[in-house]
């Protein structure tokens, strides 16, 4: 009986290690994001190139910047979900800019963004140093 009730205990140790480090393998995993991004937004003009930096804390809260402007947003399990007010350069005007991508296993982040009337798709990479 003892030797069971060692074994069942064993079992049980090693079941709360493994979902301990799953727990906090968590924000590690946000860090995907932080750093520098190269983004090349889709638009009805042509191309639009906008550098971007982003901090992510262990709850997936995005801070940072996108281009001149202050970003926020969320990074859980690989989605970006970005919705901060931005004005544009061209034109003054003033509205949300939405940012809804995924990180692939390349290192790359594709989706889709909205400002104002306009939306188009975007490709975001790390910079090159």
């Known amino acids: 009986m003892k030797k069971f009730v060692a074994a069942v205990a064993m079992i049980l ?3 709360t290690a493994s979902l ?8 590690e995993e ?3 994001l932080n750093g520098n991004w190269h983004f090349v937004l889709d638009t009805p ?3 639009r190139e906008i550098e971007a930096e982003f901090t ?10 996108f281009g001149k402007t202050s970003a926020a947003g969320s990074f859980k399990d690989g989605k970006m979900n970005l919705d901060f007010e931005m004005t544009a350069e061209e034109t003054g ?5 939405k940012l809804l991508g995924t990180l ?6 594709e ?15 790390r910079p090159k140093k």
């Open 20 to 27: 301990r480090a799953k727990a906090q393998d968590k924000p």
């Open 93 to 97: 005007e003033t509205s949300h800019m």
């Open 45 to 47: 003009g042509g191309d």
């Open 104 to 109: 692939n296993d390349k290192g790359v982040i």
């Open 111 to 125: 989706g889709n963004w909205q400002f104002s009337a306009y939306d188009g798709t975007f490709t975001a990479f």
């Open 13 to 15: 140790c090693l079941i």
């Open 30 to 32: 946000n860090k995907g």
């Open 56 to 65: 992510v804390d262990a709850d997936g809260k995005v801070t940072g910047t």
